[in-house]
């Protein structure tokens, strides 16, 4: 497994469409870097500090390689301190993974609502569904791959986020079907056909990191297209 993605196990518990936009969600850099020590005094830490020095080591060393020493180095505090915010850096990669679905689920909300031909709007999701993964390998891990993740690790009130992000993005596509414009397949068949190829992408992407692949924009432009020229009738 590639470096900086973790399995649940391991946690113990028509419109011209290339040019329609994209939408590219913030990235983790991949070269931590330590802060210096904070002096006593300086009030509490914010949580937002310690998630995103928490993200740039898992993103660069792994879930393994990742240590909560090393995040509080990261972030310039003891490791005391930290344990006063998390329990663990599985606490800490779970609400990672909450803010960043929560970011996800932002955009498709805000793309379903754009007055434009659902086929666009259906691209655009798919667009910024396969960058999120890319862009957050850890939290796209344990959230689509593996074993399914337990509603009991997640914070009650966010337990079904990527089943949001999925209904509103079969919305669009229900909204393709009813028009007629569906070469094969029905609304659900058509929805979740799109969703298990763009996985595909971004599963092999993380998984086999020593192949030799085409540029990944090029991928994500070429995937989206050879899919809805396939699937939508114009």
């Avoid at 983790?28 to 006593?40: I, V, Y």
């Avoid at 990742?66 to 779970?94: N, P």
């Avoid at 669009?172 to 007629?180: M, Y």
Wanted: hydrophobic content about 40%; charged content about 25%.
């Amino acid at each position: 497994m590639q470096p900086g993605l973790v399995t649940i196990a391991e946690l113990g518990s028509g419109t011209d469409r290339e040019n329609s936009g994209r939408f590219h969600l913030p990235v983790a850099t991949t070269t931590p870097r330590r802060s210096a020590r904070k002096a006593k005094g300086d009030g509490h830490l914010r949580r937002a500090e310690i998630l995103e020095a928490a993200e740039r080591i898992f993103v660069a060393e792994g879930y393994e390689g990742a240590t909560i020493r090393k995040i509080a180095d990261e972030v310039g505090v003891s490791s005391t301190a930290l344990y006063m915010h998390f329990q663990d850096k599985g606490c800490i990669l779970l609400e990672i993974c909450e803010r960043t679905l929560t970011l996800l689920l932002e955009r498709n909300r805000e793309i379903a609502a754009k007055p434009l031909d659902p086929v666009v709007r259906v691209e655009m999701m798919l667009d910024a569904y396969m960058r999120w993964g890319m862009e957050h390998p850890n939290a796209y891990q344990l959230v689509y791959c593996g074993r399914p993740m337990s509603a009991g690790l997640w914070p009650e009130d966010t337990a079904d986020l990527p089943g949001q992000c999925y209904d509103i993005f079969a919305g669009v596509v229900r909204e393709i079907a009813a028009a007629g414009r569906l070469r094969t397949g029905t609304a659900d068949s058509a929805a979740q056909s799109l969703w298990m190829s763009c996985h595909g992408v971004v599963a092999l992407l993380a998984s086999r990191p020593n192949f030799d692949w085409a540029d990944r924009d090029e991928l994500v432009r070429v995937t989206l297209d050879g899919l809805l020229n396939g699937l939508v009738v114009d």
